[in-house]
């Protein structure tokens, strides 16, 4: 009896880690996706910027290295070019011929005012936003290289460091994509950003070019120096 229970565990064993071992390293990150941005809109004028991330986060939004339940969102971003604070600001959202007005409230984190959408209004390709008797039209964003080839890119990169935090079937990180855009840098181009952040709090970062696809800046190379 004592054998066959043996033979059944090895057994287990063995189809435990072929099951483990057919999972690429970008499965076990799109399994632990905490923030994932898969539609980008983007507009500017003199006055500000206005931004609009939709996709994907945690229903509860925690920085802590385990990914939980995740859920749709669009988040409306606008950012002053001069400084304007308040503690809201309203402003008026059309598409697809719904207008809705929103609250968007001030993120003194990084000087920006912030709004989930994603229940008051569904976006189409064409949006445009209203405040203060300025209309700017947002442009819905064709990348080349899209949210999910980012994510492989992302993980062949980093391929070492992600297997790391694999323990046997189990990763122990969560990772995060978004869009940023550098107009306080002085550069004119929109950059997908994967984050993963383990159990610890330690975290690695590329720029990818949303073009090529190409790595731009890593915190690995930082980390060399």
């Known amino acids: 009896m004592f054998k ?19 999972k690429t390293i970008s499965s076990y ?3 632990n996706m905490a923030e994932i941005t898969e539609e980008y809109y983007f507009g500017e004028n003199e ?3 206005v931004t609009i991330s939709k996709g994907q986060r945690e229903s509860v939004y925690r920085v802590n290295g385990e990914a939980t339940d995740l859920v749709d969102c669009a988040l ?13 600001m309203a402003l008026d959202i059309t598409s697809q011929g719904t207008t809705v007005q929103v609250e968007a409230e001030y993120n003194s984190f990084n000087n920006t005012y912030m709004k989930d959408i994603v229940d008051d ?4 390709d064409e949006v445009s936003v209203v405040y203060e008797g300025q209309t700017l039209a947002l442009t819905k ?13 992302a993980s062949e990169t980093l391929s070492e460091e992600l297997d790391a935090l694999k323990s046997y079937n189990n990763f122990n990180g969560e990772c995060y994509l978004r869009i940023i855009n550098m107009k306080d840098n002085d550069f004119s181009d929109l950059y997908w950003c994967f984050t ?9 970062t590329i720029i990818l070019s949303t073009e090529t696809g190409d790595v731009l800046a890593s915190s690995l190379d930082e980390n060399d120096e």
């Open 4 to 22: 066959k229970v043996l033979v059944s565990l090895s057994l287990l064993v063995v189809l435990f880690g072929v099951s483990a071992c057919g």
């Open 29 to 31: 990150v799109l399994e």
């Open 47 to 49: 006055d500000m910027v």
């Open 76 to 88: 409306l971003t606008i950012r002053f070019k001069e400084e304007n604070i308040r503690d809201a």
């Open 121 to 124: 209004i569904a976006l189409g």
């Open 141 to 153: 964003q064709n990348f080349s290289i899209n949210s999910q080839k980012a994510i492989e890119i």
């Open 196 to 204: 993963c952040v383990d159990r610890e709090g330690n975290n690695i």
